[in-house]
């Protein structure tokens, strides 16, 4: 069972010449967790996720606070948005390296190297290293639950 033949291969995905903005309005459009990142040639240059886009949107104080189940709203703070300037930054201020799998890993290799990097989605690349799908992590859990209704 390889990666190539359970992963999403409509990835929606981002030029590197993005703003953080137009990162924002993909996210929104699509309703996506994860973009990959491509240069002109197709070839995965990062990620970025969501949540990197939302942590711009949380107050500093978060980062300090080891529990906070005893806020029940951050008051004005909630209406809060980045400022222009940091929406009109590039996107490769936010963007992470990506790890990522080749299209002819085994499902147990993409799995685990999702468990052990902390990932929901995975880009899926050619030996070349252009993006040719997405894997998640339920992507691979079903295959490999389904071959379980084989077993005898």
């Known amino acids: 069972m390889i990666i190539s033949e359970y992963m999403k291969r409509n990835v929606v995905s981002i030029p ?3 703003t953080i903005r137009e990162a924002a309005t993909v996210f929104v459009k699509e309703h996506v967790g ?3 990142i491509v240069d ?3 070839k ?3 990620v970025i996720g969501l949540r990197d886009l939302l942590l711009l949107e949380l107050p ?3 980062n300090f606070v ?3 189940d005893f806020v029940h709203d951050f008051g004005a703070v909630e209406t809060t948005r980045p400022t222009a300037r940091v929406l009109n930054e590039s996107i490769r201020t936010l963007m992470k390296p990506q790890i990522t799998v080749n299209e002819d890993s085994g499902l147990l290799r993409a799995y685990a190297l999702m468990l052990q990097h902390n990932l929901h989605d995975m880009p899926v690349v050619s030996k070349d290293g ?3 799908g997405m894997a ?3 992507d691979i859990g079903t295959a490999i639950l389904s071959a379980w209704s084989k077993v005898e």
């Open 16 to 18: 590197e010449t993005f």
């Open 130 to 132: 252009k993006l040719v």
């Open 66 to 68: 080891a529990d906070v």
């Open 40 to 42: 002109q040639n197709n």
């Open 60 to 62: 500093d104080f978060v």
């Open 136 to 138: 998640s992590r339920v």
């Open 34 to 36: 994860l973009l990959p």
């Open 44 to 46: 995965l240059v990062g």
